[in-house]
Nanobody, 115 residues
Framework: QVHLVESGGGLVQAGGSLRLSCAAS????????MAWYRQAPGKQRELVAQ???????NYADSVKGRFTISRDNAKNTAYLQMNSLKPEDTAVYYC?????????WGQGTQVTVSS
């Protein structure tokens, strides 16, 4: 069983930065796709960024140029560096691990951006 633990959320002013971390248990990290999603109150969960095992990345249009996803295979950890944060980035951010047809989710971490 794989467990994902997110950290790094919090309250920040508009224009500020946060770095989210997603630490994974198990031994399959180098084989998987890692992704960050977010869900704001009253809205559907949406994909924010994704990184393949070869470190190819893709981003939601709303975060391009501001957010950067990365991974450290030696630490079994994925990151989401968030810069130039906006109030509309406020949401619970979730880490997702995708391995073939199987996926795992973290418990989420709250990010609140004040104006």
């Amino acid at each position: 069983q794989v467990h994902l633990v997110e950290s790094g959320g919090g309250l920040v002013q508009a224009g500020g930065s946060l770095r989210l971390s997603c630490a994974a248990s198990g031994s399959i990290f180098t084989l998987v796709v890692m992704a960050w999603y977010r869900q704001a109150p009253g809205k559907q969960r949406e994909l924010v960024a994704q990184i393949t095992r070869g470190s190819s990345t893709n981003y939601a249009d709303s975060v391009k140029g501001r957010f950067t996803i990365s991974r450290d295979n030696a630490k079994n950890t994925a990151y989401l560096q968030m810069n130039s944060l906006k109030p509309e980035d406020t949401a619970v951010y979730y880490c997702r691990m995708i391995w073939g047809v199987t996926d795992y989710w973290g418990q989420g971490t709250q990010v609140t951006v004040s104006s």
